[in-house]
């Protein structure tokens, strides 16, 4: 399944908020280096209870909004 991310780097407290039909996640890494993306995906796959290297971002890579392909569980 396509899931649509919008992403908040730099945040205080680390987090995933479901909003309307896409998922917010707030992250504590930069946008720097790929460390957001990494994180994103790593908080992405524990919220659908995969692996995080079952989960690919798709488009997006240098920007806030992504999507990424989980698989269906």
Avoid: C, Q, W
Wanted: glycine share 6%; aromatic share 2%.
């Amino acid at each position: 399944m396509r899931v649509r991310v919008d992403v908040k780097p730099n945040s205080k407290v680390p987090g995933i908020e479901p909003v309307e039909d896409h998922l917010v996640v707030r992250v504590k890494e930069p946008p720097r280096e790929g460390k957001a993306n990494a994180a994103v995906i790593r908080a992405v796959a524990e919220y659908f209870r995969v692996a995080p290297g079952d989960v690919r971002l798709i488009a997006g890579v240098s920007g806030r909004h992504k999507t990424l392909e989980v698989p269906d569980r």
